[in-house]
Every structure is written in structure tokens, then in C-alpha cells.
């Protein structure tokens, strides 16, 4: 999904297309061990003609915190949202349990 690149994780569709693997720690506390999960870097392949369905529309605009009723005038910012491409540096990463994130690449 477009989402300008910072959008729900795990939500909408899918910019499938995998690429590179890399590795992340993280520290749980101080005296535990370091748990390692495996992030796979996607490739954002939205086509040109890319419409959002409207359940998309309604699961980003819930979470951009739209209220169903009263923002339904608000909704075309979702969609917009949704159609938007990542911005320079920004590729969508899967981890091992299939959460969607976002990272910056250049920072």
C-alpha cells in the first residue's frame, strides 16, 4: 500500500516482492540474551492504475483515527494515502511473523 510509506503494518494490501534478507537484534533487558528475528526488505510494486478498495479505505482511516460517521468527507485523505508512493529512501521490510514495517534506508 501506498501510505506515503508510514502507513498501518499489516494492513491493506500487499507490496509483495521480496528482496534481500537482513538481520535485526534486539535487546530484551539486561541480562537476557539477544532474540534475533529475521526482517526480509520488500520492493514496492504498486501498478499505475492501483484503486484501494474501499474496506482499505476504511481500515486506514480508522487508523489515522477517522471516525466512521462523522469523517466519511475526510476518507479521500485515506485514499490518497494508500496511493501514494513510499517516499525516496523508504522500503516496506516483512519480519519472520509477518508484520509490515517501514524503514528509512538513508538515516
Not at 30 to 59: F, G, N, R
Not at 61 to 88: N, S, T
Request: net charge negative; aromatic share 10%; hydrophobic share 30%.
Amino acid at each position: 500500500m501506498g501510505l506515503g510509506g508510514l502507513g498501518p503494518l499489516g494492513s491493506g494490501p500487499a507490496r509483495g516482492g521480496s528482496a534481500d534478507d537482513q538481520m535485526f537484534e534486539e535487546d530484551l533487558d539486561q541480562e537476557s540474551h539477544a532474540q534475533t528475528t529475521e526482517s526480509v526488505v520488500l520492493e514496492e510494486e504498486l501498478p499505475d492504475d492501483y484503486e484501494p478498495t474501499q474496506e482499505e479505505i476504511l481500515e486506514y482511516a480508522k487508523w489515522l483515527g477517522m471516525d466512521q460517521d462523522e469523517d466519511k468527507d475526510l476518507y479521500w485523505i485515506a485514499r490518497e494515502g494508500l496511493k501514494a508512493p513510499l517516499p525516496e529512501n523508504w522500503k516496506p521490510c516483512k519480519t519472520g511473523e509477518d508484520e509490515i514495517y517501514y524503514f528509512n534506508f538513508a538515516s
